[in-house]
């Protein structure tokens, strides 16, 4: 069965959404992934991991994403971001090399680094989109990507169905 993946760069979305004033509700994300761009898996890619993100953590995979911690030596903990960019890159790149029968692969982000990623997945017909959290964090290297491979979260309309509201 062919089915679309998406890779969220956990750290770029939060950074992106926040800079605009407003945070992702992740159970409302995941749904608008599923719906709009038929996505069935989705990785939720983080930086360092800390017991006290734990309900971060639990909130993230009881909306159904599957997470991906990246890894650190101990000495390093304390002054590294997220920086998942290598890991994201490795982890799509595994899903082509060991031939799983996906559909496209949409990414969530707007760092430049994917940039080689996403022209090799457009050659091969198997990139959906990259979804900018805003318009600041999409990196000018994607200029020359068409309309259709883009969209920005902080829109009115996508906003609306994704963002957090306190009740």
């Not at 890159?89 to 996906?102: E, L, P, T, W």
């Amino acid at each position: 069965m062919v089915y679309n993946i998406a890779f969220v760069d956990g750290q770029n979305l939060h950074l992106g959404t926040r800079g605009d004033g407003w945070s992702i509700d992740h159970r409302k994300f995941r749904i608008y992934l599923a719906e709009k761009y038929h996505v069935q898996e989705a990785y939720y890619f983080l930086g360092f991991v800390s017991d006290d993100e734990q309900d971060l953590y639990d909130k993230l995979q009881k909306a159904g994403f599957i997470l991906c911690f990246r890894e650190y030596s101990s000495a390093l903990r304390g002054s590294k971001k997220g920086n998942v960019d290598s890991d994201i890159i490795f982890s799509v790149m595994k899903k082509i090399a060991d031939g799983d029968s996906f559909g496209k692969i949409f990414l969530v982000s707007g760092d430049g680094d994917y940039k080689k990623l996403v022209d090799y997945l457009v050659k091969k017909g198997r990139f959906g989109k990259m979804l900018f959290p805003n318009r600041k964090f999409a990196s000018s290297l994607y200029r020359t990507l068409g309309g259709e491979y883009f969209d920005y979260l902080n829109t009115e309309d996508v906003r609306a169905k994704i963002a957090y509201s306190r009740k």
